[in-house]
């Protein structure tokens, strides 16, 4: 099992940035890849970005350029700094990590980020 604790969502103006972590415990060996996710109202989830347990990232299109994750694997947590945010980016952000041969999937609970005059 791997337990996974966002923290950093918040409300910032269009234009600001945050910082999301998502700390990871448990079974942290069988991670393969981490990444977040974001949900918006009536909308599915959706890919922002991933990162390997070798390094490599993947990000989707529309934060491309303004969002970079990354990963201290000392303290077992991976970050996503968004830049230059955009009201469209108001969401609720998930962390997700894909552990084990199966590829099984965890999740964090979710943390609001709302970008707003």
């Known amino acids: 099992q791997v337990q ?3 923290s950093g969502g918040g409300l910032v103006q269009p234009g600001g940035s945050l910082r999301l972590s998502c700390a990871a415990s448990g079974s942290i060996l069988r991670i393969n890849a981490m990444g977040w996710y974001r949900q918006a109202p009536g909308k599915e989830r959706e ?3 991933a990162i390997t347990s070798g390094g490599s990232t ?3 299109d529309s934060v491309k350029g303004r969002f970079t994750i990354s990963r201290d694997n000392a303290k077992n947590t991976v970050y996503l700094q968004m830049n230059s945010l ?3 980016d108001t969401a609720v952000y998930y962390c997700n990590a894909v ?5 099984d999937d965890y999740w964090g609970q ?3 980020v709302t970008v707003s005059s």
């Open 110 to 112: 979710g943390t609001q």
């Open 4 to 6: 996974l604790v966002e």
């Open 47 to 49: 890919l922002v970005a």
């Open 99 to 103: 552990a084990g041969i199966a590829g």
């Open 58 to 60: 993947k990000y989707s």
């Open 86 to 88: 955009k009201p469209e």
